[in-house]
């Protein structure tokens, strides 16, 4: 069996709420798009934290493209590891003074006054590819809104070409009507670059507009129902 990008098995991990986070078994399949909901902005950054293997469970396993976050050994194994997921969250640092395109640069290159070409025609590449406009790329983030908050730290997730994508209640700061667009742009993204995607998030329009699968976690036992399947 091909292993999956992401799984948790009867995973605990206390945080400081009224309950642990409960996940008693998830999986996700290698490209598929997956939204789940019932995690609220909390808990979700700890469900991120377990992803990533950034912080361990008290009790089960994590698994990341089949390898057990516990046997992650060192920092140099746990940056290279990382490097395959991308997150879209609102805890990602933007440079608002800074311009689209230096935002995006950042993953490439630290010398952003301004990015050296190769550098800024791949930043520009993002800002195409997640649905900026032209006229916006070289105005500072301050004088833009949040859909376009959003789409940069969208460009930014993507840009070292992860194989699982984490979104962390990504629309929250959306105007209502942006939510399905942005999710459009995510299913297309993830389907253009074979990317897995799991979205933590109480929006349903985003999850109608990019999921193949939408779960509900019961916080109680840990278990997650599916709400629904499309087929696209």
Same mark, same amino acid.
């Given at each position: 069996?091909?292993?999956?990008?992401?799984?948790?098995?009867?995973?605990?991990?206390?945080?400081?709420?009224?309950?642990?986070?409960?996940?008693?078994?998830?999986?996700?399949?290698?490209?598929?798009?997956?939204?789940?909901?019932?995690?609220?902005?909390?808990?979700?950054?700890?469900?991120?934290?377990?992803?990533?293997?950034?912080?361990?469970?008290?009790?089960?396993?994590?698994?990341?493209?089949?390898?057990?976050?516990?046997?992650?050994?060192?920092?140099?194994?746990?940056?290279?590891?990382?490097?395959?997921?991308?997150?879209?969250?609102?805890?990602?640092?933007?440079?608002?003074?800074?311009?689209?395109?230096?935002?995006?640069?950042?993953?490439?290159?630290?010398?952003?006054?301004?990015?050296?070409? /190769? #550098?800024? &025609?791949? %930043?520009? $590449?993002? @800002?195409?590819? *997640?649905?900026?406009?032209?006229? !916006?790329?070289? =105005?500072?983030?301050?004088?833009?809104?949040?859909?376009?908050?959003?789409?940069?730290?969208?460009?930014?997730?993507?840009?070292?070409?992860?194989?699982?994508?984490?979104?962390?209640?990504?629309?929250?700061?959306?105007?209502?009507?942006?939510?399905?667009?942005?999710?459009?742009?995510?299913?297309?993204?993830?389907?253009?670059?074979?990317?897995?995607?799991?979205?933590?998030? /109480? #929006?349903? &329009?985003? %999850?109608? $507009?990019? @999921?193949?699968? *939408?779960?509900?976690?019961?916080? !109680?036992?840990? =278990?997650?129902?599916?709400?629904?399947?499309?087929?696209?």
């Amino acid at each position: 069996m091909t292993p999956a990008a992401l799984e948790f098995a009867g995973v605990t991990k206390q945080y400081g709420g009224l309950r642990p986070l409960r996940i008693a078994e998830l999986r996700v399949a290698e490209r598929e798009l997956v939204a789940i909901a019932g995690l609220d902005q909390t808990t979700a950054e700890v469900f991120v934290n377990l992803a990533t293997g950034a912080t361990l469970p008290d009790a089960g396993e994590v698994r990341l493209f089949g390898r057990a976050t516990s046997s992650i050994t060192d920092s140099a194994d746990w940056l290279a590891t990382i490097d395959r997921v991308g997150t879209v969250s609102e805890r990602a640092v933007l440079l608002e003074r800074m311009s689209v395109v230096q935002n995006l640069a950042l993953p490439f290159t630290l010398d952003i006054e301004p990015p050296p070409g /190769a #550098d800024r &025609a791949r %930043a520009e $590449a993002l @800002a195409q590819e *997640v649905g900026l406009s032209q006229t !916006a790329w070289a =105005r500072p983030l301050a004088e833009l809104d949040a859909n376009a908050a959003a789409r940069v730290r969208l460009g930014r997730a993507i840009a070292l070409d992860p194989a699982l994508l984490l979104l962390e209640h990504a629309t929250a700061r959306l105007a209502r009507e942006a939510a399905a667009p942005f999710g459009a742009a995510v299913r297309a993204i993830a389907e253009r670059r074979g990317a897995a995607v799991v979205a933590l998030t /109480a #929006d349903d &329009a985003l %999850a109608r $507009a990019f @999921a193949t699968r *939408v779960l509900t976690l019961d916080p !109680a036992t840990g =278990r997650l129902k599916e709400r629904g399947r499309w087929f696209r």
